[in-house]
């Protein structure tokens, strides 16, 4: 997840019905496009739809050398907040979805083993379209704002819609209720500290363990402690017996009070399911898996 306060973006398509991004699967389930930036590239990108603008690795800022915008913005990912300096772009090309003349944050990109990320792509790079993201095409189709997805399938959820990178979905562990961000720049799902007491998964509870780490936006490693649930369920899609990681993360500060069941829905749970959101029209639906 990334929010970051700067000038808004312009988003273009290249056609006006359906038109394929296509994705590659990345570490963990990451969603990683092609695009290219000024006309130079292709570079990948983690496709995130927790994340509010495009953002540049300090080796491609580097490589592409943009004019400086004498602005620095804070930007705030899963770890926290950073100082994060703007760079102008004139162009970020992927497929079909064309941004224009907007500041890009230097900001450190995922570190994956074998590939180079240059960055994320944020949902402006969507505009006020709607996308359908669907995993065993490898496609994120785009339509113009105002219709439903094609084919069949969907259901309507309905979801608080805090900004168009804070959509939070009504989600259901083990009869605990509670809301969840839709975040494919996450690996896990993760839990805060709220939602895991409710479940009985404090630390004296002895269902802890060990849950590996995550990075935040500042590279800092954040300790997770996972447990199994028996159930969960967001709309018509169901997990059995599911991991779920737990940790107090600065993200879930600005996404409810400190008392709210809050979740990071990520990757290691949304890699098979189809959803499509319409950013014009702030609807947002679930295919089956």
Request: glycine residues 12%; charged residues 20%; contains cysteine.
């Amino acid at each position: 997840m990334l929010a970051v306060g700067f000038a808004s973006m312009i988003a273009s398509g290249a056609h006006a019905g359906e038109a394929c991004l296509r994705m590659e699967p990345g570490e963990g389930g990451a969603p990683l496009i092609r695009a290219a930036i000024n006309d130079r590239g292709p570079f990948l990108f983690v496709l995130d739809t927790a994340a509010s603008g495009s953002t540049l690795d300090p080796n491609v800022v580097r490589k592409l050398a943009p004019p400086r915008d004498t602005a620095t913005e804070q930007a705030q990912g899963l770890g926290g907040p950073m100082d994060a300096p703007l760079y102008r772009i004139a162009s970020f090309e992927a497929g079909p979805l064309i941004l224009r003349n907007f500041t890009a944050p230097e900001i450190p990109a995922p570190e994956f083993a074998e590939r180079d990320i240059a960055g994320l792509a944020g949902v402006d790079l969507f505009g006020d379209k709607l996308a359908v993201w669907r995993p065993a095409r490898r496609c994120v189709d785009v339509f113009p704002s105002g219709r439903e997805p094609n084919g069949g399938g969907w259901s309507p959820i309905e979801a608080t819609w805090i900004r168009p990178w804070k959509i939070l979905l009504p989600v259901r562990i083990d009869q605990v209720e509670g809301l969840a961000l839709l975040d494919t720049g996450a690996q896990y799902s993760v839990l805060n500290p709220a939602f895991a007491d409710r479940l009985g998964l404090a630390e004296a509870s002895g269902r802890l363990q060990p849950g590996g780490e995550m990075s935040g936006i500042d590279g800092r490693p954040l300790k997770l402690s996972q447990a199994e649930v028996k159930s969960a369920s967001v709309g018509v899609w169901t997990w059995s017996g599911p991991t779920i990681r737990i940790a107090d993360l600065p993200v879930f500060e600005r996404l409810g009070r400190a008392d709210a069941p809050l979740m990071i829905l990520g990757m290691d749970w949304l890699h098979d399911r189809p959803f499509a959101i319409d950013y014009g029209a702030r609807k947002v639906w679930l295919g089956g898996p």
